[in-house]
């Protein structure tokens, strides 16, 4: 069995690393400072920390497609503001991953790619 200890040295020194690394992302990544979703127009809106603001329709977001206006109007931010969150939905999404035309998972994506075409087909 490894008795492999993590002493307060390591400890402390990896904690530096995670904060440094967790300043870096907050600076260098797209963070959301707020969401909401915007019934009129059928759009979650995201307010980015840069000033820009980004919006999709729920109908094209995993998890999303089948909820009601007063479950898409709970959306919550996580703490670092990088994903989006549903709770009573359990659905989540990243803002990256939103801001590249991720909608869900690749299996998603697939599904969502063959819907596409098949409308401009038509």
Do not use: C
């Amino acid at each position: 069995m490894d008795n492999t200890t993590f002493d307060d040295l390591a400890f402390r020194e990896q904690f530096t690393q995670a904060q440094t690394a967790a300043k870096i992302a907050n600076m260098s990544e797209p963070r959301a400072v707020s969401a909401m979703y915007d019934a009129t127009n059928y759009l979650v809106v995201i307010h980015l920390k840069n000033g820009s603001i980004f919006s999709f329709p729920p109908a094209i977001a995993q998890g999303l497609t089948e909820a009601s206006p007063e479950d898409l109007a709970r959306v919550e931010l996580t703490p670092s503001g990088d994903a989006l969150h549903w709770e009573n939905l359990d659905a989540d999404l990243s803002i990256p991953d939103l801001l590249m035309g991720v909608f869900g998972s690749k299996k998603w994506m697939a599904k969502l790619q063959r819907q596409w075409l098949n409308q401009q087909a038509s």
